[in-house]
């Protein structure tokens, strides 16, 4: 209820900041109708882009993962399976039409205790580095001590 | 909070620049000038989305063919998902956006393939 509440409050607040805002400025402003008439459309449309904008990049991220959860699927697949298992699924794969196509992942769903995430990768190993400072005045260097 | 006013601001700016040269006798065509640039930005904006949405479905076409292509021809599977393991723990491919992704994929099978 209070999770509720705060999201309208928020909802509320955005709306008043993004939309009531400008229009009382736009319509205080002193100018020419038709510059105050541009003016209004010049923002709205502004703020109809840069959401459309936003929902167009949320749309490729999330093309993005399905193709890194696709990858993961097919190398599982490839491990386990033989080719002539593998193969048919791609065909289904290639033969559906883009917006109903059945990702390789609901294809081969992960089996009963395996994480669908992928291993954490093991850190990067630095090099060494020489350090020529021992000591300075005491104070200890950067070499092993 | 700091975050809204500055959208605002940003936003306010891009639309209102003309409001900075009120005293031009020509100011009007400036509005006229505003508005063709924020009708332009929405319209690269559609064809950006559009372009790099169907060059990423051919580009990902291509990868699965490629890797069908490469398990017809009688690639050891599990050499196949050695290559596409590499690939994947690469980063390039982690910083690739969705195209990028699909044709790291394809030249991965091409080069297992030989």
Known sequence: MNALALGLLYLLLLMGVFLVLPVWVIVRVKLPLISKILFGFNY?????????????VGSLFQANRAAREDLQVLIRELRNRPASEVIPALDDYLAAEAGSRVSLSERFPAPAGESPEPEPRPPAELPEVQCPVKSVMGLPGCGPQ | MLIFPLVLAGIALIAGWPLFFRRWKYNRYLWVMSSILVVALGAWSMLYFQFERSY?????????????????????????????????RSTAFEQAGVRAR?????????EAER
Do not use: C, Q
């Open chain 2, 56 to 88: 990423a479905l051919h580009a990902e076409a291509e990868a699965v063919r490629a890797t069908r292509d490469a398990l017809e021809s009688g690639i050891d599977p599990r050499e196949l998902a050695d290559a596409l393991e590499k690939l994947d």
């Open chain 1, 44 to 56: 709205f449309a502004l703020i109809a882009v840069i959401s459309m904008h936003l929902g167009a």
């Open chain 2, 102 to 110: 699909y044709r790291l994929w394809y030249e991965a099978v091409r």
